[in-house]
Nanobody, 120 residues
Framework: QVQLVESGGGLVQAGGSLRLTCASS????MGWFRQAPGKEREFVAA????????DYRDSVKGRFTISRENAKNTVYLQMNSLQPEDTAVYYC?????????????????WGQGTQVTVSS
């Protein structure tokens, strides 16, 4: 059983930065998703087990960086140049398959989420 616990969310002004952390008790392909009020959950970023392969949604490329430290069972999402449209609950997800995916239905385990609010 893979358990995921997110942390690091908060309130930040536009242009600011936050780093989200996901503590995972297992190993797998990891992803970050987000869900804004009234909207569907959307893919943000994913990283392979070894960290060599990553994928990002277009709107965060160049601003967000996903990384992992397997020795610490931890995955990070560094978010820079945050904008109000980045406001959402951010979820960490784990996929037992080694293949990266942008589809939420492909992920097997989910954290409870952490709120990120970006003020203008």
């Amino acid at each position: 059983q893979v358990q995921l616990v997110e942390s690091g969310g908060g309130l930040v002004q536009a242009g600011g930065s936050l780093r989200l952390t996901c503590a995972s008790s297992g190993w797998s392909t990891m992803g970050w998703f987000r869900q804004a009020p009234g909207k569907e959950r959307e893919f943000v970023a994913a990283i392979s087990w070894g960290g060599y392969n990553t994928d990002y949604r277009d709107s965060v490329k160049g601003r967000f960086t996903i990384s992992r430290e397997n020795a610490k069972n931890t995955v990070y999402l560094q978010m820079n140049s945050l904008q109000p449209e980045d406001t959402a609950v951010y979820y960490c997800a784990a996929r037992l398959s080694t293949i990266l995916s942008t589809k939420s239905s492909d992920y097997d385990y989910w954290g409870q989420g952490t709120q990120v609010t970006v003020s203008s």
